[in-house]
C-alpha cells in the first residue's frame, strides 16, 4: 500500500521556466511533509517542508503548497536551473511516529 | 550545521564476512535512523533509534544488527548477507522533539555495499 505517490517518474523543463513536482498521500494522520532532493549514489538532501497547519511556505526559489482536502501537495521551483537536474522525493510523517514515508521519486530533467 | 557523516563510503564483501557500517551526527540529535535504498526506489526504512533505545525494527533479517552506543554514534553489523543485500545504506539524525511533528530528517551520504 502506497501511502506517498509521486505520479510522475520524470519531468524535463527548460532552463529559467518553472517546474512543478506534484505528490498525493493517502493518510490522514500525516501532519507534515518534506521535500528532498537526490543525486546518484549520495543520500537525499533537505530541500524544504510544510506543516500541516499551513499551506504554503516558501524559501528563496523553492515553494511547497500543501492541500489538505486533496491531499496533494506540489513542490514548485522558479527559475529552474541546470543543478536542478536531480531525483526529488516527497515524504510524510505523522507525529505519533517516527516513520518518514517516501514517495516514488520524480526525476527532473532541466535542460539550457 | 546538518551534516551527517557516514564510512566507509563504499564496502565490497563476501557473503562469510562481518564488516560494520558507522554513522556519525554532532548536531545534539537524539533520533538515528537507518535506511536501505536499491536503485530506483525510495529509501525503506530499516531501524529507528529515539534516545539511544531501538524504537521501531521493520522485520528487519538478523544479519543486520544496529548499535547506538551513545547519541551521536550509529552501527550497522553485517554478517553473512546475501547478494541481494546489496545496496546504498543511508543514515539520518532528527531532533526528535518530543511533542512536535515537525522533525526533519537530515541524511548521510551513505554506503555503497555490493555482497559478492
Known amino acids: 500500500d502506497q501511502q506517498v505517490k509521486q505520479n510522475s517518474p520524470s519531468l524535463s523543463v527548460q532552463e529559467g521556466r518553472i517546474s512543478i513536482l506534484n505528490c498525493d498521500y493517502t493518510?490522514?494522520?500525516?501532519?507534515?511533509f518534506l521535500w528532498y532532493k537526490k543525486y546518484p549514489a549520495e543520500g537525499p538532501t533537505f530541500l524544504i517542508s510544510?506543516?500541516?497547519?499551513?499551506d504554503k511556505n516558501e524559501d528563496g526559489r523553492f515553494t511547497v503548497f500543501l492541500n489538505k482536502s486533496a491531499k496533494h501537495l506540489s513542490l514548485h521551483i522558479v527559475p529552474s536551473q541546470p543543478g536542478d537536474s536531480a531525483v526529488y522525493f516527497c515524504a510524510a510523517s505523522d507525529s505519533n511516529t517516527d516513520k518518514l514515508i517516501f514517495g516514488t521519486g520524480t526525476r527532473l530533467q532541466v535542460f539550457p | 550545521d546538518t551534516e551527517v557523516t557516514q564510512t566507509p563510503k563504499h564496502l565490497v564483501m563476501g557473503m562469510t564476512n562481518k564488516k560494520s557500517l558507522k554513522c556519525e551526527q554532532h548536531m545534539g540529535h537524539r533520533a538515528m535512523y537507518w535506511y536501505k535504498q536499491k536503485a530506483k526506489k525510495p529509501p525503506e526504512l530499516m531501524f529507528v533509534y529515539s534516545y539511544e533505545k531501538l524504537s521501531i525494527n521493520e522485520s528487519v533479517p538478523s544479519r543486520f544488527s544496529p548499535e547506538c552506543p551513545n547519541s551521536s554514534l550509529l552501527n550497522l553489523h553485517l554478517h553473512a548477507l546475501q547478494p541481494e543485500d546489496s545496496a546504498l545504506y543511508l543514515c539520518a539524525s532528527s531532533q526528535r522533539r518530543i511533542g512536535t511533528s515537525t522533525d526533519t530528517q537530515y541524511f548521510g551520504p551513505g554506503t555503497r555495499l555490493t555482497v559478492l
Open positions: 493518510n490522514s494522520m500525516f501532519d507534515y
Open positions: 510544510i506543516s500541516s497547519i499551513k
